[in-house]
């Protein structure tokens, strides 16, 4: 869920009393209000994240790690069970974007992408099939372009379709465990890294697509999310939730 320019996670707020945890870290189920923000440059996000969850009475630590880094994020994981007591929900919404025909790629630009949106998923997720406890979420992101098979995005939407490939296994290899994975394919979505480098008429272009004729907006992303991690959504398990007003 993050635009071109660098991994850096969107942070989710949903309402207070169901605010999940962001970049694939842990909290409670019913009531979510114990949280281990991951961040891989942008603190300042991520304590902001944190002042978000203890404003409501809620616990919260930013933790800086690497998603590809199968070590630091395992020390993530391993701060949540230390502060927490375990693992019960785990939202991954890293990510790295980048446009180009493949003609024209940078395969440079292809590997960064590779790094970050599958190593750095399957990374998360093998710390979440290991460690999530009963009853649990996982909650990882991708993208509604992939639907659009938009010219430009190869690369990009290669990349979110692992994702999806990924998440739809990972669902049927926690058979037994009482444990969801689901994934989240947002459309145009109202955020900085959105903004980044589109003119106007890109941006009216964009928000016209959808039937609901505007962006999609942060919360509109999290609702879904915090749908996917409570109770009332465990049936929905090994699915891609197209959030996007109806572009595909």
Known sequence: MAGQGGPEPEVLQPQPQDQPPVDGQPAGRNHIDQVVVGFAGNRELAESAVKDVTATGGRAVAVQADVADEQAVAALFATAESEYGGVDVVVHAAGRAYTSTIADLDLAELDALHRTNIRGTFV?????????????????????????????????????????????????????????????????????????????????????????????????????????????????????????????
């Not at 879904?224 to 699915?239: E, I, K, R």
Request: glycine content about 12%.
């Open 124 to 248: 998360v997720a093998q710390q979440a099939a290991r460690k999530v406890r009963r009853g649990g979420a996982i909650v990882m992101f991708s993208t509604s372009v992939v639907g659009l098979a938009s010219p430009g995005y190869g690369a990009y939407c290669a990349s979110k379709g692992a994702v999806e490939a990924l998440t739809l296994i990972l669902a049927r290899e926690l058979r037994g465990r009482d444990v969801t994975a689901n994934a989240v394919a947002p459309g145009p979505t109202a955020t900085d890294l959105f903004f980044e480098g589109k003119d106007e008429e890109t941006i009216a272009r964009l928000a016209a697509q959808p039937p609901l004729e505007r962006l999609g907006t942060p919360t509109d992303i999290a609702e879904v999310v915090a749908f996917l991690a409570a109770p009332a959504g465990h049936w929905v398990n090994g699915q891609v939730v197209r959030a996007n007003g109806g572009i595909v």
